[in-house]
């Protein structure tokens, strides 16, 4: 979608590196979801961040939304095999349920 | 607890055929969702349900497709006649209420050749 857009389109990293995707929106968000798909399956869900400047973590992964709600960015540290998928940001544009998604990122980590 | 079911799995059919796709949410969801996914890209909504009622179809082509929830637990969609387009994944997922996260189902693939 281009209301929100997703940054890189794909990655490849090297086990126990770190790396960061980042979602971005020209809107304020009412909401931001990180899941996390792979091939052939449903969506994981992440994480969800409603407020400025929130934070969240979940083992190795933190997630983060800036204080204007417009930009989200995922962190994964010490990156492994199993990080590997597509990661998608999903985001209430207004105060409605309606879920934009972004057009994923592509991670692939290698051995 | 279990999570969300989608059957089939997997669906290859002719241009103008017909088809439908079954989803059962995660028990005491009341909202349920359906989403096209077309590769390469993120889920698209198609319809989404309030108990057994529709809350918002304005991206449902529905000269074509049609998804019901009569009892407001179990639903399908359904795609008649298919057209080449149409080749994507359906996902279904369901919440607990509509502003909640989503909890997504396996997905069905469907080739429409």
């Known amino acids: 979608s281009q209301e929100l857009e997703q940054s890189p389109q794909s990655l490849i990293v090297q086990e126990g590196k770190n790396l960061t995707i980042n979602c971005t929106s020209s809107k304020t968000l009412y909401g931001l979801y990180w899941y996390k798909q792979k091939y052939g399956e449903g969506l994981i869900f992440l994480m969800m961040?409603?407020?400025?400047?929130e934070e969240k973590s979940h083992e190795k992964i933190t997630a983060k939304l800036d204080e204007k709600k417009q930009q989200s960015s995922l962190h994964i540290t010490a990156s492994q095999p199993s990080h590997a998928g597509i990661y998608l940001c999903g985001a209430r544009m207004d105060s409605s349920y309606k879920l934009i998604f972004g057009s994923g990122t592509r991670l692939l980590v290698r051995p | 607890e279990a999570g969300v079911a989608q059957s089939p799995r997997y669906k290859i059919i002719e241009k103008r055929q017909s088809v439908a796709f079954w989803c059962n949410p995660i028990?005491?969801?009341?909202?349920l969702y359906w989403y096209q996914q077309i590769l390469g890209q993120g889920p698209k909504l198609l319809i989404q349900?309030?108990?057994?009622?529709?809350?918002?179809d304005s991206q449902l082509p529905k000269d074509r497709f049609s998804a019901e929830r009569l009892k407001g637990v179990d639903s399908t969609l359904k795609i008649q006649p298919a057209k080449l387009e149409d080749s994507a994944v359906y996902l279904c997922a369901s919440s607990l209420e509509h502003l909640l996260e989503q909890y997504f189902g396996p997905g069905t693939r469907l080739t429409v050749t």
């Open positions: 961040l409603q407020k400025g400047g």
């Open positions: 028990s005491g969801h009341a909202t």
């Open positions: 349900f309030q108990n057994n009622g529709v809350v918002d």
